[in-house]
């Protein structure tokens, strides 16, 4: 006993206790520069201090605001022949009562404002509007009785008036959108050539209902051209005009818990995400990313030593779907399937119980 007690600590056959397995995994966010906001930079911290948030979430919805407000009015100039638009796809990562939304309310606040200078007069627009429509529908009705005269007359008919056509009904200046389809973003881009902002509570609902309704990808395609701001033509059978947008500029800001965020990153590392999300969408918190790796470089005298075992992976995928079911509300069934995909991310395909070590 006396000659075991006397054996040095660093003697001891067994490692060290890796306690960052303890935390939850993921990295802190980079602090946020808010010197490059300029004077706006005492705005963000009084409102995020007013929201009990990050300042970063209320600066990136400043920043996806500003964007969708100056869409097609400034473009960058990034080099001879080659500009850019001003616009982001924002998504405030964290989870459920971080105070996402009243971050993006702070920015919303200065947004509304704008719409209501923008709609100033425009109930005089719809009154003209209604004017015109009735005075054209009235010189249709003089074109129509006109050609029916001549044609009772054996006398060539007239040709219909530019008095006789319909006008465009006016749209009222708007900045933000919800949950619209791709054919009102179309109609919208069409109409308001500004620039416009698309606003989710929840950005999982507007990845989720691409396609919803049998698009076969074209949703998509459209999702990625209106991040381009490049002209952009809509044919519809239903209209015998194709609509022309000059700059189809649509920003995207809303938040993203933790949890939906499993599957787009698992996306990223084989190449195949969503709507171009590896290089569209910027997080306002750095996406769940694990510190340690599991394999040990070539060359390591420890490398022989067993890694992953299938207990291992299995305590992993549990530790997933119970913080997918509980903390993320989510039904077992789908916890079960987010946490696979993230425990296969993270560790690889699941070893057989035979299998000592990861491959």
């Not at 500004?194 to 998509?220: C, F, M, N, P, Q």
Request: with cysteine.
């Amino acid at each position: 006993m006396q000659s075991r007690i006397r054996v040095p600590r660093s003697a001891s056959p067994w490692p060290d206790a890796d306690l960052t397995l303890l935390g939850t995994g993921r990295r802190p966010a980079p602090e946020f520069p808010l010197p490059l906001l300029g004077s706006w930079a005492e705005w963000v911290t009084t409102k995020a201090h007013g929201a009990s948030a990050p300042v970063d979430y209320v600066a990136v919805a400043l920043l996806g605001s500003v964007g969708a407000a100056l869409a097609n009015v400034r473009w960058p100039v990034a080099g001879a022949g080659w500009s850019e638009p001003p616009l982001l796809w924002c998504a405030e990562v964290g989870p459920p009562s971080s105070s996402k939304s009243p971050s993006m309310d702070a920015a919303f606040d200065l947004v509304r404002f704008a719409e209501d200078r923008m709609g100033l007069g425009f109930e005089a627009e719809q009154k003209k509007f209604a004017t015109s429509r009735q005075t054209s529908e009235a010189h249709l009705e003089a074109w129509k009785a006109a050609v029916k005269t001549a044609v009772k007359n054996g006398c060539p008919p007239p040709v219909m008036p530019s008095e006789a056509q319909p006008p465009d009904a006016p749209v009222r200046p708007r900045i933000r959108v919800a949950d619209a389809t791709v054919e009102a973003l179309g109609a919208l881009a069409a109409a308001l050539p500004r620039g416009l902002l698309l606003v989710r509570d929840e950005l999982a609902g507007w990845l989720g209902a691409l396609d919803k309704y049998g698009g076969s990808g074209s949703d998509r395609a459209f999702a990625i051209e209106m991040y381009g701001g490049r002209s952009y033509v809509v044919d519809r059978v239903k209209n015998p005009e194709p609509l022309q947008i000059r700059h189809l500029s649509v920003g995207v800001l809303g938040g993203v818990p933790l949890v939906p965020l499993v599957p787009i990153a698992a996306a990223q590392r084989r190449g195949s995400a969503p709507i171009g999300a590896n290089d569209a969408i910027g997080t306002g918190v750095p996406v769940d990313h694990r510190t340690f790796s599991p394999r040990r470089p070539a060359g390591d005298p420890a490398a022989a030593e067993p890694l992953i075992t299938a207990a291992d992976w299995l305590a992993h995928y549990e530790e997933r779907a119970a913080i997918c079911e509980l903390d993320g509300g989510l039904p077992r069934p789908e916890a079960e399937q987010l946490a696979q995909a993230d425990t296969i991310a993270a560790l690889g395909p699941q070893p057989s119980p035979a299998d000592r070590r990861m491959p």
